[in-house]
Protein backbone atom coordinates (compact mmCIF):
# COMPACT_ATOMS: atom_id res chain seq x y z
CA UNK A 1 0.00 0.00 0.00
CA UNK A 2 1.34 2.96 -1.24
CA UNK A 3 0.79 6.80 -1.64
CA UNK A 4 2.42 8.57 -4.62
CA UNK A 5 2.53 12.65 -4.64
CA UNK A 6 3.78 14.60 -7.50
CA UNK A 7 3.44 18.40 -8.78
CA UNK A 8 6.34 19.65 -6.71
CA UNK A 9 8.97 21.53 -8.46
CA UNK A 10 10.36 25.16 -8.50
CA UNK A 11 8.04 27.84 -8.89
CA UNK A 12 8.15 31.85 -8.18
CA UNK A 13 6.58 33.58 -5.71
CA UNK A 14 3.01 34.58 -6.25
CA UNK A 15 2.85 31.71 -8.82
CA UNK A 16 0.93 28.25 -8.13
CA UNK A 17 1.31 24.36 -8.00
CA UNK A 18 -1.09 21.88 -7.98
CA UNK A 19 0.30 18.75 -6.64
CA UNK A 20 -0.94 15.56 -6.83
CA UNK A 21 -1.81 12.47 -4.73
CA UNK A 22 -2.41 8.62 -6.09
CA UNK A 23 -1.96 5.59 -4.24
CA UNK A 24 -0.87 1.88 -5.49
CA UNK A 25 -2.53 -1.03 -4.16
CA UNK A 26 -5.53 0.55 -2.79
CA UNK A 27 -8.25 3.36 -3.61
CA UNK A 28 -8.52 6.32 -1.93
CA UNK A 29 -12.34 6.23 -1.73
CA UNK A 30 -12.71 5.11 1.60
CA UNK A 31 -9.59 7.58 3.16
CA UNK A 32 -9.49 10.75 4.02
CA UNK A 33 -6.58 12.36 2.87
CA UNK A 34 -4.53 15.40 4.18
CA UNK A 35 -1.20 17.20 3.21
CA UNK A 36 1.30 18.15 5.30
CA UNK A 37 4.19 19.84 5.26
CA UNK A 38 7.65 19.78 6.35
CA UNK A 39 10.11 22.68 5.96
CA UNK A 40 13.74 21.72 7.02
CA UNK A 41 14.21 22.51 10.66
CA UNK A 42 10.19 23.01 11.25
CA UNK A 43 7.83 20.36 12.55
CA UNK A 44 5.63 18.93 9.83
CA UNK A 45 2.56 21.00 9.38
CA UNK A 46 -0.97 19.98 7.94
CA UNK A 47 -2.17 22.14 5.71
CA UNK A 48 -5.18 20.72 4.44
CA UNK A 49 -7.77 17.78 4.86
CA UNK A 50 -10.80 16.42 2.79
CA UNK A 51 -13.19 14.03 3.94
CA UNK A 52 -13.41 10.45 1.92
CA UNK A 53 -16.25 12.00 0.01
CA UNK A 54 -15.36 15.54 0.32
CA UNK A 55 -17.92 15.70 3.11
CA UNK A 56 -15.49 17.99 4.77
CA UNK A 57 -12.42 20.22 4.19
CA UNK A 58 -10.19 22.16 6.39
CA UNK A 59 -7.41 24.24 5.86
CA UNK A 60 -4.46 25.56 8.20
CA UNK A 61 -5.20 29.22 9.52
CA UNK A 62 -1.95 29.80 7.60
CA UNK A 63 -3.03 28.85 4.12
CA UNK A 64 -6.52 29.14 4.13
CA UNK A 65 -7.59 31.05 1.16
CA UNK A 66 -4.77 30.28 -1.01
CA UNK A 67 -4.62 26.15 -0.94
CA UNK A 68 -7.52 24.58 -2.22
CA UNK A 69 -8.19 21.16 -1.91
CA UNK A 70 -9.89 18.57 -3.98
CA UNK A 71 -10.93 15.18 -5.00
CA UNK A 72 -11.70 12.93 -7.50
CA UNK A 73 -12.70 9.53 -6.37
CA UNK A 74 -12.86 7.98 -10.34
CA UNK A 75 -9.29 8.72 -10.88
CA UNK A 76 -8.13 7.71 -7.52
CA UNK A 77 -6.61 11.43 -7.09
CA UNK A 78 -6.45 13.69 -4.08
CA UNK A 79 -5.02 17.31 -5.18
CA UNK A 80 -3.89 20.24 -3.35
CA UNK A 81 -4.10 24.01 -5.73
CA UNK A 82 -1.29 26.48 -4.27
CA UNK A 83 -1.67 29.89 -5.03
CA UNK A 84 -0.19 32.88 -4.63
CA UNK A 85 2.91 31.09 -3.95
CA UNK A 86 5.19 32.72 -1.01
CA UNK A 87 8.67 31.79 -0.07
CA UNK A 88 7.89 30.32 3.50
CA UNK A 89 5.73 27.24 1.39
CA UNK A 90 8.91 25.95 0.45
CA UNK A 91 8.51 22.87 2.31
CA UNK A 92 8.33 18.79 1.51
CA UNK A 93 4.93 17.95 0.71
CA UNK A 94 3.40 14.37 1.94
CA UNK A 95 0.10 13.18 1.32
CA UNK A 96 -1.81 10.85 4.01
CA UNK A 97 -4.78 8.89 4.09
CA UNK A 98 -6.24 7.89 7.08
CA UNK A 99 -9.69 5.53 7.44
CA UNK A 100 -10.79 6.92 10.84
CA UNK A 101 -10.49 10.62 10.27
CA UNK A 102 -12.60 13.03 11.29
CA UNK A 103 -13.02 16.45 10.19
CA UNK A 104 -12.09 17.64 13.48
CA UNK A 105 -8.80 16.00 13.94
CA UNK A 106 -7.68 15.71 10.00
CA UNK A 107 -4.97 18.34 10.47
CA UNK A 108 -3.55 15.97 12.99
CA UNK A 109 -0.83 13.80 11.74
CA UNK A 110 -1.18 10.83 14.02
CA UNK A 111 -4.55 10.26 13.00
CA UNK A 112 -3.46 9.28 9.47
CA UNK A 113 -2.06 5.12 8.34
CA UNK A 114 -0.55 5.67 5.07
CA UNK A 115 2.18 7.97 4.16
CA UNK A 116 3.56 8.89 0.94
CA UNK A 117 7.40 9.73 0.86
CA UNK A 118 6.43 13.96 -0.77
CA UNK A 119 7.47 15.92 -2.96
CA UNK A 120 9.47 18.91 -2.75
CA UNK A 121 8.15 22.56 -3.36
CA UNK A 122 10.69 26.00 -3.33
CA UNK A 123 9.56 29.18 -3.86
CA UNK A 124 12.18 31.17 -4.69
CA UNK A 125 12.82 34.01 -7.43
Known amino acids: LQLVESGGGLAQPGGSLRLSCTAS????????IGWFRQAPGKEREGVAC????????KYADSVKGRFTISRDNAKNMVYLRIQSLKPEDTAVYYC???????????????????WGQGTQVTVSS
Open 50 to 57: IGSVADFT
Open 96 to 114: AAGARVTGRGCLVSHEYDY
Open 25 to 32: GFTLDTYA
